[in-house]
């Protein structure tokens, strides 16, 4: 049998993709912040296939301090599939997600911790004010949130990323789901608990490019409104029920003026303005069905979440999932 892993109090699981000249800092500071709380820590590093020189960053902290640990993916899968395997591999009682940049800042911790200990199962970071950020950035952000809390039964806290203290009885709620398509800000939120929140004020990125643009941003939405809704689907039903209802009024009207009026000149801008009209709207709900539709086909793959070329300062014998 394989050595028992010993768990610890805090594992702190931060994603990385190409962060070179952020690491280091972000290792100091956070380290600096739970050696101060004197509570026993891991820092999980995930490779997420960084292009640059992060790894070998990874590994120069990972030889002089053995509570540094890393996950080297085969590749790179995305910042929810990377947290993901981050969160399987953690042992912590309490499980805290992070950014590397920088964006949220370390020096919070102890005030989650603080919350967990009054009892709390989940405390989420919101934040108050966002820096660096540009006013397009905030507000489609900020639109972001309204339509996926008006499309999801549960609410997703506005304006809080995926940095928050998570009992270890979520983690392993969250453990559970093996679906493909993770939103894992509403997979937070889904599983429930005893949620709370509190607030800080977001930092610009250290250095480095956000990988976020815009294309990303929509897909990402996408991504959150349908892993935890079909509404859509339902406006499609409706859009497509009303329209049906009026064709058909004004198709008895047609038929009836031209019994009492007879033939006149045809339509031909009207014809057109209808025919390009329901044209749209089919090609636009055929759009919505799809979008479901590929996501079914992903998840009746079943496939492996991820793969870890090599994972280093875990129990060697411990199964890659
Ligand atoms: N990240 C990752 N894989 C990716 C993209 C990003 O692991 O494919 C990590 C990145 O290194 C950072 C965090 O996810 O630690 C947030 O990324 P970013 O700063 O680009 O997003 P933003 O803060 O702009 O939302
Ligand atoms: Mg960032």
Redesign the pocket.
Known sequence: MAAKIKKCQISII??????SKNLFLFYERTKKVLENMKKTFEIIF?N?GSKDDSFDKMLKLYKKDTRVKIINLSR?F??EI?MTSGLDYSSGETVIPI???L?DPPELIPKLYKKWEEGYDVIYATRSKRKGETWTKKWTAGLFYKVINIFTKFSIPENTGDFRLMDRKVVEAIKTLKEYHRFMKGLFSWVGFKQTGIYYERDP?FKGK???NYWKLLNFAIEGITSFSYAPLKFATFFGSIISFFSFIYALFVVFKTLILGIDQPGYASTLVVVLFLGGIQLLTIGIIGEYIGRIYNESKHRTLYFARDVYGFDKKKKIK
């Open positions: 931060a994603p990385v993709y190409n962060e995930i997420d790179n995305g910042k990377a950014d590397t940049d964006q990125r956000s990988k976020w």
